[in-house]
T-cell receptor
Framework: DGGITQSPKYLFRKEGQNVTLSCEQN?????MYWYRQDPGQGLRLIYY???????QKGDIAEGYSVSREKKESFPLTVTSAQKNPTAFYLC?????????????FGSGTRLTVV | GENVEQHPSTLSVQEGDSAVIKCTYS??????FPWYKQELGKRPQLIID?????GEKKDQRIAVTLNKTAKHFSLHITETQPEDSAVYFC????????????FGSGTQLTVLP
């Protein structure tokens, strides 16, 4: 999948459950990102990480948590505190360097609350 | 944070005509302006980008123009084809060394045969 893999492709969550979305990249990129996409809307930034063991909140971090223990991996946990989690979740990565902002996206995880 | 506005939200054109999508941004320190194309159910893919030291960049039927003074940039698609039908997003990073992109709300382009 172009060097960045998201799993699962589809995920169903019951009310009150925490679920974790996986994102793995083999591009040797330093930075990784999580975005949420709702139908007919743009991408909103949840969390991002510029380097291992460090991450920052994006615009809509409430109800989500992340970790960055390895350069290749940036999992996203959707907690029970996220009241409206049904959405399409996209992970992306990019290299560091002053002249390189290019994002590579994963193929996404579609999360549905049942 | 960065504020990005994208217009129009939907655009229908006849095959062979041109399409133009515009984005405005708020942070005058931003220096990189990409456009992404997302086909239905798929991941966004970078189609063209421009840096603040140039005013226009072209790649075959696609071009991007930048007006830093007015803080807006536009995507131009000429000789549109049915396979151009998709959602297009502009994006802008904040100024400085930060790398996270703020995306516009998207434009659904439909090319009518």
């Amino acid at each position: 999948d172009g060097g960045i893999t998201q799993s699962p492709k589809y995920l169903f969550r019951k009310e009150g459950q925490n679920v974790t979305l996986s994102c793995e990249q083999n591009l040797n990129h330093d930075a990784m990102y999580w975005y949420r996409q709702d139908p007919g809307q743009g991408l909103r930034l949840i969390y991002y990480s510029q380097i291992v063991n460090d991450f920052q909140k994006g615009d809509i971090a409430e109800g989500y948590s992340v970790s960055r223990e390895k350069k290749e991996s940036f999992p996203l946990t959707v907690t029970s505190a996220q009241k409206n989690p049904t959405a399409f979740y996209l992970c992306a990565s990019s290299p560091q360097g002053d002249n390189n902002y290019g994002y590579t996206f994963g193929s996404g995880t579609r999360l549905t609350v049942v | 944070g960065e504020n990005v506005e994208q217009h129009p939200s939907t655009l229908s054109v006849q095959e062979g005509d041109s399409a133009v999508i515009k984005c405005t941004y708020s942070d005058s320190a931003s220096n990189y302006f990409p456009w992404y194309k997302q086909e239905l159910g798929k991941r966004p893919q970078l189609i063209i980008d421009i840096r603040s030291n140039v005013g226009e960049k072209k790649d075959q039927r696609i071009a991007v123009t930048l007006n830093k003074t007015a803080k807006h940039f536009s995507l131009h698609i000429t000789e549109t084809q049915p396979e151009d039908s998709a959602v297009y997003f502009c994006a802008v990073p904040p100024g400085g060394s930060a790398r996270q992109l703020t995306f516009g709300s998207g434009t659904q382009l439909t090319v009518l045969p």
